[in-house]
């Protein structure tokens, strides 16, 4: 058994996406000697924009980021859904994290600009890229990586952030199930926003089209998403949709939908099908623990993905503060605390991306009455759960 202080600790994180890069920040921290290793030659600024929700602010705000990071970001006051015509469903509003959490309910922010404020507050943490991990082996003495370039090296810990189709988690549990949720996803980024459009409200619209989301971004821009039913992932007619394509498709949705679509150029319109990973029975393997989407990979219907992983690093920093000798036990600490909660999460997601892509007219008229009549109360029942991360 290891019994070694933080600052004598040697620990690798496989994967520089959000979760590496937050977690390596956060055990450098306590003082742990971590080298990040990324399979990708250059770390390009991925994707479009991303919402983050109230427990990522408190995260950030642990490890002593929040104002780094809000600095590029637009914090919102109020999350609508609409129907068809842009009348609202069900709205929820801020005010409840500020008084109660004391900290800004979610806020929105370009992926490259996230991205590049965790690499600048990494300072001197090693990150070697172009190291696309293969195998790993691990004895008394620590866990030895191999990766395709024909490096080795060997580490007291290693964490696996690399992702949902995670070669460390194929490696140790060979028969996970990456589910496809039934619906396929567009999104993109504009430069311009429309005339009048509330830069403090996302919006999300249900239609019997799909889903369209409009989530504003500091500096005038507006990132947006769309989600189409689809029987099976990959679909080739989806495959090629042009902008044309998706104006065509949500043309009849309210006003500024088109207009969006409109304004963004061809080439910032990614397109993904939404997967998840089935909920995992075991996070901790002796020396080596799954983080983030390798860990816990959901559909973004919650807008909770990757506040998972930033929380990831949080409690993983907690943890070996109270426990600083045997972080194999810290590891089954870690998935005691956090797999109930990316579980229900996980859970919760996929449910609700299926009532939000409803698409028989009956059903979507039905769906809207009842959510009209939802209690108020359910949403800040919905703050206390996401804001109960175990990690204050
Ligand atoms: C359409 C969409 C919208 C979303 N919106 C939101 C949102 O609004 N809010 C939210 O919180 N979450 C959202 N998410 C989820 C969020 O994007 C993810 O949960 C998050 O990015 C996962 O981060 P990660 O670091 O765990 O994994 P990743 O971002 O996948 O990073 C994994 C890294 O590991 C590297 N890697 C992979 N294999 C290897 C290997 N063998 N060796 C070395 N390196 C390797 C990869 O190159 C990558 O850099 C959304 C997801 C999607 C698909």
Redesign the pocket.
């Known amino acids: 058994m290891l019994s070694k202080q933080p600052s004598s600790m040697k620990i690798a994180i496989?994967?520089?996406?959000?979760?590496?890069?937050t977690t390596a920040i956060a055990l450098r921290q306590i003082g742990i000697n971590v080298t990040i290793?990324?399979?990708?030659q250059e770390?390009r600024p991925?994707?479009a924009?991303?919402?983050?929700?109230a427990n990522?602010v408190k995260a950030f705000e642990l490890l002593g980021l929040r104002d780094k990071i809000l600095a590029h970001g637009n914090p919102f006051e109020l999350f609508s859904i609409l129907d068809k015509q842009g009348k609202i469903i069900t709205e929820s509003n801020h005010f409840a994290a500020k008084e109660k959490y004391k900290v800004i309910g979610s806020f929105s922010i370009h992926r490259a600009d996230l991205q590049k404020t965790l690499l600048e507050a990494m300072e001197d943490i090693p990150l070697y890229l172009g190291?696309?991990?293969?195998t790993l082996t691990q004895n008394d003495e620590g866990v030895t990586l191999v990766?395709r370039n024909g490096h080795t090296a060997t580490f007291d810990y290693v964490l696996a952030?690399?992702?949902?189709?995670?070669?460390?988690r194929r490696q140790l549990v060979p028969n996970t199930k990456i589910r496809y949720a039934g619906y396929t996803?567009w999104?993109g980024v504009t430069d311009t926003a429309p005339v009048g459009l509330n830069p403090k409200q996302a919006t999300e619209t249900w239609a019997s089209e799909g889903r369209f989301g409009i989530v504003p971004l500091q500096g005038g821009r507006v990132y947006w998403?769309a989600c189409v039913n689809a029987p099976t992932g990959d679909e080739p007619r989806f495959r090629n949709f042009t902008k044309t394509d998706l104006l065509h498709h949500f043309g009849q949705l309210h006003a500024p939908v088109a207009e969006i679509i409109g304004l963004t150029p061809d080439k910032r319109i990614l397109h993904?099908d939404?997967i998840d990973l089935k909920p995992l029975r075991q996070l901790a393997y002796g020396k080596v623990l799954l983080?983030?989407?390798?860990a816990h990979?959901?559909t973004?219907n919650m807008?909770?993905?990757?506040?998972?992983?930033i929380e990831d690093a949080v409690v993983l920093q907690r943890l070996i503060r109270q426990y600083p000798t045997d972080l194999s036990e810290v590891f089954q600490k870690f998935e005691a605390i956090r797999l109930p909660r990316t579980t229900t999460i996980v859970d919760r997601s996929f449910t609700l991306g299926k009532i939000a892509q409803v698409s028989q007219p009956w059903l979507v008229a039905l769906r809207n009455a009842l959510f009209r009549l939802m209690p108020a109360g359910m949403n800040n029942r919905q703050l206390d759960f996401i804001m109960d991360m175990n990690a204050a």
Do not use: K, T
Request: contains cysteine.
């Open positions: 496989i994967g520089g996406g959000i979760a590496g890069l290793y990324e399979a990708n770390l991925a994707g924009g991303i919402a983050l929700a990522a190291h696309q991990f293969l990766f952030a690399d992702g949902i189709h995670s070669a460390v996803c999104r998403f993904n939404i983080i983030g989407d390798a990979a959901m973004p807008g909770q993905g990757a506040c998972q992983g």
